[in-house]
């Protein structure tokens, strides 16, 4: 069953990357060119701007995030709106795309996007629910996460050495804390992203990071 929909403008793209998306059952690839006369990525999206109903079928919707420029705010709000009323997941991947994931939307630049990684998504997807972080992040997801987030922490807390307390919004957005929701378990620190943070605390959650990717290495 072709449960992921992937929509790009830009055909050659996917062929210069060399990513074969046919050997993949479970993928809906509808592209074109500009010099094309069957505009059938164009067409799709129309009817979708009509009636939503025609994504129905797919769990996992992978959009050029600047497709049509004519059309663009209108198709890339439609599309967020509808998974986010319907469950469903989302990848938005363009050039110069920051890599983030928060509440089922994947961002990418599209370099990373059409890269292994995206084999090897689709491929665990035959046996698996569909799971973004290996898009995102690779086979070992979890461990570059983590490491991820302790190097951001790693910076942040060297830029504000000389302070006791940090400022809650600041940490969890440079340091994209809301990524380890479901990864790790920190609920005992006392760290809240409406109020300051003590960096005692922060360095309580580094050792728990810490090892966690210990754990993960020495598997």
Known sequence: MRNILILEDRKFRQDSYNINLLQFD????????????????????????IT????????????????????NIEIIRSIKAYCKKNNKQLVLFSGGNNKFYSNNILTLDSKEF?????????????KNNPNLLILGYGEYWKLNILL????????????????????????????KISMLTGLVEYDNLQIDENEDIL??????????LNIEIN????L
């Open 52 to 71: 939503n109903d025609i994504m129905d079928t797919y769990s996992v919707i992978m959009v050029h995030e600047s497709i049509y420029p004519d059309k």
């Open 114 to 126: 059409y890269s292994k990684n995206l084999e090897l998504f689709l491929a665990d997807c035959i």
């Open 215 to 218: 754990n993960l290495v020495y």
């Open 26 to 49: 479970c993928v809906k690839n509808i592209t074109e060119e500009f010099s094309d006369d069957k505009k059938d990525c164009q067409e799709f999206l129309d009817k979708f701007l």
């Open 199 to 208: 960096f005692s605390e922060i360095q309580r959650l580094k050792n728990i």
């Open 148 to 175: 991820n987030i302790l190097e951001r922490i790693n910076i942040f807390t060297n830029i504000n050495n000389n302070e006791e307390v940090a400022d809650s919004q600041d940490f969890y957005e440079e340091c």
